[in-house]
């Protein structure tokens, strides 16, 4: 091979991959707003995800293209992870679209009929159509259409080229030798990796492993290593893409990742035992441009067939590469407005505050709802989730603290002082919420992976107290965030129940314990988990203190819980708590347990 034949396949691969991205660019312009919207509304099933996908990416002629689109949706929150995992799988497969339009490169014919349909015919009348309606076009669709055409007549003509100039090198023994290393499936991927990482392009990738096989020196065997590397290779433009994405938006983009990767894998694991085993002599015959195109098809489509009834697996790897912070996701939006721009004005910055230390009231208590939940529906990403919150939690301790000291120390306003003092005295308990939280969840996780169980009795107290912490939090979180002086007032009353509570199912624990009832570990963990509610409740205390003190009422703490329980309201209310859950608790015959 001379350098002027190596001058003309590099000129033939240049059309060919400029003739591949004019055309998809073109395809783009023309259906790339409808896909967005058909994307967004329509992959509501993982089959309609799979089908959108596979439709969206034949159409516009590029997997990177699509993945894009659906890591950019899932950015904006429009999309789930787990849609986008189906709708990337479905790109996967209309990929492979490209490989059957370049089998056209191939049409030939010496007379009649068959020169009509020929490639060398019609390519020149695409070309001709194509450059009327790109130069002469009025409307914006018949250009983009006309770009359509000329571009997918460079691009067949770069085939073409390449096809030509690569023929005499099935003669060269150094040539034959180099593909024969393909064979070997670990050379095979890298090179296929390779390739498609420097073109960008793994449809690129694929049409020229067919302009090789026109040597005739290329077997399937060879092909399925190397298409299953340029796939792989193809997942760099979207990891690139992902830069600057939130946590989500990266989720979604190695989600393209992991299926290129789990794809090695099946085939690899189908594939290869069952050659050594039976032999599969068919895939050592000679491959060809329709061939190619045909296995592309067929080994995406049985995995991703395989994959789809696996998707939710596939979105935990996925989340267990990208752990989830809910720190770095759109929470973190609200801090980035805490800084000292927004000091410039005082009113706008206690206003701000306040919205702050509400938005972590929120996060701390629905965080503790969740955490109960585990012991009944545990689910390792839930548990996963909770934690980033709790470190959301810390960073709002951080930044709003900061914040509102800043404020304090500047000139505010005598009526937003006491809203700024509210805000910073409750900063504390509501990150201490969080590590009680998350001291739960690691209960929740124990509990789980050590198969452990309560009697059921333990558990039917710990539902009568989980519906006592959940009644004081609501309660806390509300008074604290309007104000409201007589929802306040109850939440001590009703701390002092829980403290009963937890205290006396320690004593019937112990019982059961003795009895053979309950065993040893998992009263370790009950213990624990009484322990933190009795914390919870203590932190419930403190935030409804912070709101008696918003509404006008000067008290501590201290002097707080040693004077209420002299009031006549304290007293109806306790009455009230005791019935609803410590008799509640009680009811329960003590021989049930014996």
């Known amino acids: ?51 959108l996908g596979t439709f969206a990416t034949a159409v516009i002629q590029s997997s990177s293209a699509t993945t894009v689109m659906v890591v950019s949706f899932v950015n904006a929150g429009m999309m789930k992870v787990s849609q986008a995992i189906t709708v990337i799988m479905g790109a996967e497969i209309g990929t492979t679209m490209t490989g059957w339009l370049l089998t ?86 890298l090179a296929g990796t390779l390739l498609t990482v420097v073109i960008q392009s793994c449809s690129a990738g694929v049409g020229i492993l067919q302009a090789l096989s026109v040597t005739g020196v290329l077997s399937y065997a060879e092909c399925i290593p190397l298409i ?27 989600a393209y990742l992991v299926c290129n990767i789990l794809g090695i894998i099946i085939v ?58 809910a720190d770095e996701d759109a929470d973190e939006e609200d801090l980035k407005k805490l800084n000292d721009r927004a000091l410039r004005s005082p009113q706008a910055a206690v206003a701000l505050s306040e919205s702050a230390v509400y938005k972590m009231a929120d996060i701390a208590e629905g965080s503790i709802y969740q955490a109960f939940d585990l012991f009944r529906n545990y689910d390792k990403n839930g548990s996963q989730i909770l934690v980033g919150k709790e470190n ?28 700024a003092e509210k805000v910073l005295n409750a900063i504390g308990e509501f990150e201490r919420l969080g590590d009680h939280m998350l001291n739960i969840v690691e209960l929740a996780d124990e509990v789980y992976e050590k198969k452990l169980e309560f009697s059921p009795e333990a ?14 939090l609501g309660m806390a979180v509300e008074s604290f965030k309007t104000n409201n002086r007589e929802l306040a007032l109850r939440v001590e009353p009703l701390e002092e129940v829980i403290d009963m509570m937890c205290d006396e199912m320690k004593v019937r624990h112990v019982t059961r314990l003795q009895n ?27 935030i409804a203190i912070c709101a008696l003190r918003a509404s006008g009422i000067n008290t501590l703490p201290h002097e707080y819980a040693e004077n209420a329980n002299q009031t006549e309201s304290y007293a109806e209310a306790f009455k009230e708590y005791s019935d609803k859950y410590l008799m509640n608790l009680r009811n329960e015959n003590l021989s049930g347990q014996n």
């Open 516 to 542: 053979g009832i309950c065993n040893v570990i998992s009263g370790f963990v009950f213990n624990d988990l009484l322990t933190n509610c009795e914390r919870i409740s203590d932190h419930c205390s403190n």
């Open 392 to 419: 959301l939690l810390d960073k709002y301790e951080g930044k709003l603290g900061e914040f509102v000291l800043k404020i304090l120390h500047g000139e505010v306003h005598p009526d937003q002082q006491p809203v």
């Open 459 to 472: 558990d039917r107290e710990l539902g009568v107290l989980e519906s006592a912490i959940r009644d004081v």
């Open 1 to 51: 091979m001379t350098v002027f034949d190596v001058l003309t396949m590099l000129c033939g691969l240049a059309f060919f991959l400029f003739g591949m991205s004019f055309m998809g660019e073109e395809l783009k312009n023309v259906a790339g707003n409808k896909m967005e919207s058909i994307l967004w509304r329509l992959s509501s099933t993982p089959i309609k995800g799979l089908l």
């Open 228 to 254: 299953l590397g340029m796939n792989l290779g193809a997942s760099t433009p979207i990891l690139i893409a992902m830069m600057g994405s939130n946590k989500n938006g990266k989720r979604a983009a190695i």
């Open 104 to 189: 056209l490169a191939n049409i030939s014919g010496e007379s009649g009929l068959s020169r009509l349909f020929s490639t060398s015919t019609f390519l020149p009348v695409v070309a001709v159509i194509g450059i009327a309606l790109r130069m002469f076009g009025r409307k914006k669709t018949a250009r983009h259409t006309g770009g359509i055409l000329l571009g997918f007549s460079v691009l067949m003509y770069g085939m073409m080229i390449m096809s030509q100039t690569v023929t005499p090198l099935k003669e060269d023994p150094n040539f034959v030798g180099i593909l024969t290393l393909f064979s070997n499936p670990i050379l095979g991927i």
């Open 268 to 325: 690899a694991v189908l594939y290869y035992p069952l050659r050594a085993l039976l032999g599969l002599s068919v895939f050592d015959a000679v491959a060809n441009t329709v061939g190619i195109a045909t296995l592309n098809t067929v080994m995406r489509v049985l995995v991703m067939m395989i994959l789809l009834p696996a998707h939710k697996g596939v979105e935990k790897i996925v989340y267990s590469i990208v752990k989830y912070r």
